[in-house]
């Protein structure tokens, strides 16, 4: 049943026979990554900002917006465990969604406004991100460079 709610959630086509469903505790790497049984797991759909990443305050201060999200994420996992089911798409990209006690991490990321919707690989958490950018929460409150920028901005290009 949960492997159907996760496919559901992703609005995939089904996935194929080869998915592997780990369940265990999990440890944060940073807000879209986590360390399940000595793997790196990273969440499917969205995109947090880099654990050493600082966005802007409306009022002009720099937080650590990177370490928050993943101490958020850290927050909401606790020491319980978390069901991930992990496969690949048609481009043999790693596909892993991760739930617990029902509840999706990848969602929940992107509703609570510490990740945004990956575009690029899912459609899936879009409306979740468009709802939390209206509400300005987390790092909706000021301004960032996306996930997938803040490398190159740092580099200076």
Known sequence: MLYLA?????????MPATAETITAMASVIDGD???????????????APKSRQRCIR???????????A???LSDLIGRQQISCVRDKDRYSRAI????QD??????????QGWALAD??????YTAAEEDV???????????????????RAQRGG
């Open 6 to 14: 996760l496919v559901a959630t992703l609005h995939f086509a089904p």
């Open 33 to 47: 990554t986590l360390g399940v049984r000595g793997r790196r797991i990273c969440l499917h759909g969205n995109d």
């Open 58 to 68: 409306a009022d002009g201060t720099s937080w650590r917006c990177g370490r928050q």
């Open 70 to 72: 993943a101490l958020a």
């Open 96 to 99: 892993t969604v991760c739930v």
């Open 102 to 111: 029902g509840s999706d991490l990848n969602a929940w990321m992107v509703q």
């Open 119 to 124: 575009r690029r690989y899912s459609r899936g």
């Open 133 to 151: 950018h209206l509400s300005r929460r987390n790092i909706w409150s000021g301004q960032f460079d996306g996930p997938w920028d803040w490398p």
